[in-house]
């Protein structure tokens, strides 16, 4: 099981915290702190698995993690998680929200998330109809047809004059 997943970047920063177990706030942060002392002092071509740190479980836990460029992503596991499925993980923390809930791993399987992010995607361009009703207005307001445009307009009691609008055309 899934225990935490940490994003913090280069200088310790944290980006993401998530526990999946319940820590006091101070303890959450000595974690933070005390992974990224952990993962900082390796270097970038040894293994990404180590044993977790004596805050978070000491030796049954495992903190996994992976190097992107400014961002350190390091999930805190169980023994029962497997090391290469959590790597794998990692490589699509764009879309924890849909992977991991709970603390647990939901899905892994690429092609059942990607079809998953397709339909959500398809969902909501289904529904940016008023979201785009702006955009719409304006295209079909340039595309009306008047052989004329009007330059005054008559509203029962209101006249309105249209300025010259053909430099705008």
Not at 61 to 68: D, P, Q, V
Request: glycine content about 6%.
């Amino acid at each position: 099981m899934i225990q935490a997943i940490l994003v913090f970047n280069n200088h310790g920063k944290p980006r993401l915290v998530r526990f999946y177990q319940r820590f006091p706030e101070e303890i959450q942060q000595q974690i933070v702190r005390e992974t990224f002392h952990l993962v900082l002092k390796r270097d970038d071509n040894i293994c990404n698995f180590l044993e977790g740190g004596s805050l978070i479980g000491g030796s049954d836990y495992k903190l996994i993690y992976r190097h992107y460029a400014t961002l350190y992503f390091v999930f805190c596991v169980d023994s029962s998680e497997s090391e290469l499925g959590i790597l794998d993980l990692i490589q699509v923390h764009y879309i924890l929200q849909e992977v991991v809930m709970g603390g647990m791993v939901l899905e892994t399987n690429m092609n059942e998330i990607v079809a998953q992010m397709e339909a959500q995607n398809r969902l909501e361009k289904s529904e940016g109809g008023l979201s785009a009703a702006p955009a719409r207005a304006v295209s079909a307001v340039k595309n009306i047809n008047l052989p004329e445009i009007p330059r005054n307009i008559n509203i029962g009691d209101l006249n309105i004059k249209v300025p010259n609008l053909s430099q705008f055309v």
